[in-house]
């Protein structure tokens, strides 16, 4: 029953993990951008939805959506505005501009709430299932019905519609895309837009069940980046299964092994998968033709 | 010609103008410890009084504050720009103790004057150095407070610990623990819950099992806070006693009901209630200079340390040096500030100034100072 109990709310914080590793994941495959500021995109949704519902007294639920149109629309113009524009340059540009802008992010979450730690209105708190010793938290609920709702939208649209066979298709090869007239400029735009907007939606929902401040994003960089390293580089069901099981790990490492070690969890999964299976676990190693 | 020596010399000091007194405040003004800075703000609204009362032998206190968002690194260069810089005359700052025992090399060094505003490691001033000083109760003086609260629960058999494993939560934790044990209570788990976790499931299952009559938390704002909705998730019902850095009003505010913190208790420093009638001319004073800012347990609490210097500097005199305040801060004894529950005393010898701490609870949802277990001070 211990054991039961840790996996289940492994799961919950290993689906908040899957949709950030997932957001990750999305930027990455559709323009090899690592994105180091993408914990800051987390962070800036929850803060959108603080704004809306704490200080506009707007309804969560309409706040919610419309932090994620708003990250949607910020990733977009981080896109357009920015990484577009040093595209000709070195990879490490990229990170120093991923690292600047997730910084001013939180630059701008410090000039407002620096000296808080914000409480968000308790809107998961549902009363929990008690299945005799077993306890499934409300939260838990909510988060793993609106992950599984998201990701379950994300793999409909990417692998069943024609939009998706268009973006699976500039994802393979964008010379290739662009010879038969698929603008790639505004696939990436998209694709940064949907990255945000991913991240956001996990922020929103990991907002209320801790507390909120500027720092906020760090720790789900790193889960986000131990996540997508587990489920290999570019994998998008490899990044939700790496969130999950990293969620469970860490609750049965903190259970079983010792508390101590919850916190370098993250770092030792991805030392040793880098060390023993670079690929991960459903990434394929790229061949070239030379 | 003795005036103008005298002058001359407070001339040469750093930080000492004919007209104001340049002191550095450190405080973590962002990060997730910010709230702490409160103890900071208050200070400042402090010596701002001081000023309004002529301030100290014709000269104002001219504050600098420096945020170091409570991080050793960000410590580091705050305090050298302070005393480098700034050429400030002392320093009287600090709440991370952490970024205290980073930056303690620096200032030993430097030989300036440094008051301890709100940090809580003794091992930042002990053993004794001759320019720092402890402005509020240390950890191993509360470590003492919350054993012998928790052991005043009739019944007491079973104690588990959480903690952070760094030096701040050590400086509590042990002392509470070492005097639990030689009340022959051990703990029955201890767990570590690292800052920054957003979960605390693993540690909360465990101390569940543990089936304890009491838990000592040694944990920052925001995992207390999380720690304690997860108890009430899996109906985990012992008593908690948490640290002085936490405060009752704010983890109220941040777990959103009275159920999960009616049995939540921290060390109270104070000579009252907050909204006691001995704290009201503190809690106005800060008030009067930030309006906008909420009086929590963390807003007055560097004011006593600020009592102090601010006497000591008037025992000094016009012809202030660092040397002449150093030795004014060590005569002061039995020292009354009004707004701690303890006098401050500071020899060359002990340097750890307040050594007497209550414990706040919530008692019919109200924030009371309480003696011992159930008995109202």
């Given amino acids: 029953m211990f054991a039961l109990q840790l996996a289940l709310s492994g799961l919950a914080q290993g689906a908040i993990y899957a949709l950030v590793a997932l957001s990750l994941c999305v930027v990455y495959r559709s323009t090899t951008v690592v994105n180091f500021g993408h914990g800051d995109l987390v962070m800036a949704g929850a803060f959108v939805v603080y704004v809306m519902v704490v200080l506009a007294g707007l309804p969560f639920l309409a ?63 549902f009363l929990p299932l008690l299945m005799g010793d077993l306890v499934v938290t409300g939260d838990s609920l909510v988060i793993f019905a609106v992950v ?70 760090a720790i789900f960089l790193i889960k986000g980046f131990a996540a997508m390293t587990l489920g290999g580089f570019g994998s998008f069901g490899g990044a939700v299964a790496g969130g999950l099981i990293l969620g469970v790990a860490e609750q049965l490492v903190g259970g079983y092994v010792s508390t101590k070690m919850i916190d370098i969890t993250a770092y030792l999964v991805i030392i040793l998968v880098l060390a023993l299976r670079p690929n991960g676990l459903f990434g394929r190693a790229i061949a070239e033709r030379v | 010609m003795a005036c103008f020596f005298a002058v001359n010399a407070a001339a040469q000091q750093d930080g000492i103008t004919p007209n104001s007194i340049k002191i550095g405040v450190m405080a973590p003004l962002t990060g997730n410890a ?17 000023n309004d009362q002529g301030g100290i032998h014709g000269r104002k206190i001219e504050t600098v504050m420096e945020d170091y968002a409570c991080d050793s690194t960000k410590g580091v260069a705050a305090v050298k720009k302070l005393i480098h810089q700034d050429k400030v005359f002392m320093l009287h700052g600090n709440s991370c103790s952490a970024v205290a025992m980073a930056i303690k090399p620096i200032v030993i060094e430097a030989g300036i004057p440094w008051v301890i505003a709100h940090a809580a490691n003794p091992n930042i001033s002990t053993p004794p150095v001759k320019n720092i000083f402890h402005g509020v109760p240390v950890g191993k003086t509360m470590g003492i407070a919350m054993g012998q609260f928790v052991a005043s629960k009739p019944g007491l058999a079973r104690v588990a610990v959480i903690s952070h494993t760094d030096d701040w939560a050590k400086s509590y934790c042990g002392p509470a623990t070492e005097y639990l044990s030689s009340m022959k209570v051990k703990p029955a788990i201890e767990v570590a819950f690292e800052r920054g976790q957003t979960d605390s499931t693993a540690q909360t299952l465990r101390i569940k099992q543990a089936n304890p009559d009491f838990i000592i938390a040694c944990l920052y704002e925001a995992e207390t806070a999380i720690f304690l909705k997860d108890m009430k998730k899996y109906a985990v019902n012992a008593p908690v006693m948490g640290t002085a850095g936490t405060d009752l009003e704010n983890t109220l505010k941040r777990v959103g009901d009275l159920d999960t913190v009616a049995n939540y208790y921290v060390p109270h420093m104070y000579a009252d209630n907050l909204d006691g009638p001995k704290l009201k001319k503190f809690a106005d004073i800060l008030k009067k200079y930030y309006p906008n800012e ?84």
Wanted: glycine share 14%.
């Fill in chain 1, 63 to 125: 706040s919610a959506f419309a932090a994620v149109v708003l990250l949607f629309i910020l990733g977009l113009c981080i896109e357009v505005g920015l990484i577009e524009r040093i595209k000709a340059g070195p990879h490490i540009g990229f990170a120093l501009m991923c690292i600047g802008f997730g910084y001013v992010l939180r630059g701008i979450a410090r000039a407002g709430w620096g000296r808080e730690v914000l409480p968000m209105p308790r809107v998961l708190d």
């Fill in chain 1, 148 to 217: 599984a709702v998201l990701l379950g939208a994300f793999f409909l649209l990417f692998y069943r519609s024609s939009a998706g066979r268009v973006m699976q298709a500039v994802c393979q090869s964008e010379r290739g895309a662009g010879l038969v007239g698929i603008n790639v400029r505004a696939f990436h735009g998209v694709m940064w837009g949907a990255g945000a907007a991913l991240g956001a939606a996990g922020g929103v929902l990991v907002a209320p069940i801790t507390l909120l401040h500027p720092n906020l994003g």
């Fill in chain 2, 34 to 50: 910010s709230s702490y800075s409160k103890a900071q703000i208050g200070l400042d609204a402090y010596y701002k009084w001081v």
């Fill in chain 2, 294 to 377: 909420t009086v929590t347990a963390f807003s007055l609490i560097s004011m006593g340390g600020g009592a102090a210097v601010v006497e000591a500097l008037k025992r000094a005199g016009r012809d202030l040096t660092r040397e002449k305040l150093i030795a004014e801060l060590d005569k002061t004894k039995d020292f009354q500030t009004g707004v701690l529950a303890g006098p401050i005393t500071w020899t060359s010898s002990d340097r750890d100034g307040v050594k007497e701490v209550a414990v706040a609870g919530f008692v019919k949802g109200k924030p009371t100072v309480l003696k011992s277990w159930g008995k109202p001070l």
